[in-house]
């Protein structure tokens, strides 16, 4: 049995690119890439904030340092530059491997600048 996990989130990215004319795909600065572990024409979905618009696509590296995140092809319809997505990769493991499983969570700020990183989210709390 497997079960499928968050493996790698990007949390509040800014879009700064819709390019309806460009071949499909998310893509996205190659620095924050390497850092939450996502390869390159992976699977993730998208989760948009603004708009409660929630997109399966792949990933393809844009320039290192530029803070790019362009939401391409079909799904430039579901976000707009400015709006703040939510970008999440999930890994199958089996109940093994999931004891020891630990997300790479990180957040950004407007401008797409990592303000923090973590390996869990904090359990949510009664209000």
Known sequence: MQCTL???????ACVTHAELDYEGSCAIDGKLLDLAGIHEYEQIQIYNVNNGERFTTYTIRAQEGTGII???GAAAHK???GH???ICAYVALTPQEMGLHKPTLIYLDKNNRITQTRHAIPVQKAA
């Open 6 to 12: 968050l493996k790698a989130k990007l949390h509040l």
């Open 70 to 72: 362009s939401v391409n």
């Open 79 to 81: 976000a707009q530059p």
């Open 84 to 86: 703040r997505i939510i």
